[in-house]
Every structure is written in C-alpha cells, then in structure tokens.
C-alpha cells in the first residue's frame, strides 16, 4: 500500500456527536435470581394450597392446628423449604444487584 500525502484542501472537518450512554443499572443475572428465588417461593405456595386441597378431600374438614396439617401432609415440609429458600434467595440476588450496581 502506496503512502499518500493529503492537501489542506482535501481535509474534511469532523463534527463530534456527543449521545447519552443508557447503562442497564441491574445486570440480567440477578433479575434471572430473583425469578428463580419467586419461581420457588410460588412453586411453595402452591405446593401448600394443593396439600390442603388433599387434607380436606381425605378427611373432609380443614385442620385444626398446623402440627396436624404436618402430621398428616408430609409435602408441607417441601413446601415451606421452598418457599424460606425461594426467600432468601430473591433477598439474597437484590442485595448482589445492589452491591454491585449501587
């Protein structure tokens, strides 16, 4: 490639364009977290609600007290670990989103 030498007539001036950067505040990795720490939270709710549903077509009636519900339904425990686990983990990605984005 042939070095060329360029003439004051043949600058071109350049304008600068100044445009606002847009920084997405809090990266996807935490909104997938936080999804996940709901996603279990609900998946606990629902989980309780349906062992429930099971309690009253066996027996008939609504428990009495919750030693009885845990007696009886043994997926209560699954869902209400779902649910302080779903917890602490949507708690626990907003705090890194925080740290992290300010």
Do not use: C
């Not at 060329?4 to 600068?16: G, I, M, Y």
């Not at 936080?34 to 062992?51: E, R, W």
């Amino acid at each position: 490639m042939k070095h060329t030498q360029f003439s004051p007539d043949q600058v071109v001036a350049v304008r600068e364009i100044h445009t606002p950067v847009v920084i997405e505040r809090t990266a996807k990795i935490y909104k997938l977290g936080m999804l996940v720490g709901f996603g279990l939270m609900l998946f606990g709710v629902l989980g309780l609600a349906y062992s429930l549903h099971v309690f009253f077509q066996i027996l008939g009636r609504y428990p009495v007290s919750f030693g009885e519900f845990l007696g009886e339904q043994k997926s209560v425990y699954v869902s209400l670990s779902g649910i302080v686990f779903g917890f602490f983990v949507y708690r626990f990605e907003k705090f890194l989103a925080w740290w992290n984005n300010g």
